[in-house]
């Protein structure tokens, strides 16, 4: 099983939809998760981290289930500014952290 | 505060060549991390500094590649001699922590590299 593992995608989402996308990890005693998100040509910027209560941000909702070791994003209301290449992110060891990678969104009009 | 500023933006160069790729973290973070990222192999971790010294380079390819930092305020990547297999795009990172908790990383724009 692969360290972070994310469906590559595309997903073609009308706007104003719900989408979601999960990410999936080997080692049960990683303690950080992040979803970053990926513009095309540009550099990885952070989205949001991920908690064990789970977190919400405006249209977004970050899940961790331990239980079967994998985050997930919720995105609401969709828009076409959404649309970009997101990124899990897992920490491995103490020091150590893995990027997925990533899961191509499209927003289509 | 600028950023993480990497240079040059873009990079072409002949196989054999030595190729110098520079990053200036963020002020006061005292963390910085060399990346690479290609369509097939993801975002990949070369090395990592924490107060200006090496701390993992288990993901340097080969000895062709050689990180420094010099000062808290500079690093340099460099591979010599260049191959076409190293075209990808390098990213710089800095941070106050290292995977941890809810620093995060701050990404330069990277340098994208053809070798030809």
């Known amino acids: 099983r692969k360290e972070v593992e994310q469906d590559p995608g595309p997903f073609n989402v009308p706007e104003g939809a719900t989408v979601a996308f999960n990410c999936t990890y080997s080692n049960s005693a990683s303690q950080s998760f992040f979803w970053y998100r990926q513009d095309c040509r540009k550099e990885p910027k952070l989205l949001m981290s991920?908690?064990?209560s789970g977190n919400e941000d405006g249209r977004f909702t970050a899940q961790l289930n331990r239980a079967s070791q994998y985050i997930s994003l919720l995105i609401r209301d969709s828009k076409l500014s959404d649309s970009a290449t997101y990124l899990c992110?897992?920490?491995?060891?103490?020091?150590?952290?893995?990027f997925g990678k990533g899961t191509r969104l499209h927003i289509l009009p | 505060d600028a950023g993480v500023i990497q240079s040059p933006r873009h990079e072409v160069t002949e196989m054999g060549q030595e190729v110098t790729l520079r990053c200036k973290p963020i002020?006061?973070?005292?963390?910085l991390f060399w990346y690479r990222q290609t369509m097939m192999r993801g975002l990949e971790l070369l090395i990592y500094?924490?107060?200006?010294?090496?701390?993992?380079d288990s993901g340097m390819p080969e000895d062709r590649f050689s990180a420094k930092m010099p000062n808290a305020s500079f690093s340099t990547l460099k591979i010599q001699p260049s191959e076409p297999r190293d075209s990808a795009v390098y990213f710089c990172a800095s941070s106050l922590g290292t995977g941890g908790a809810e620093y995060g990383y701050t990404f330069g724009s990277g340098t994208r590299l053809t070798v030809v």
């Open positions: 500094f924490n107060n200006n010294v090496p701390i993992d």
């Open positions: 002020s006061g973070h005292d963390y």
């Open positions: 992110v897992v920490n491995i060891a103490d020091d150590k952290i893995i």
């Open positions: 991920v908690y064990s």
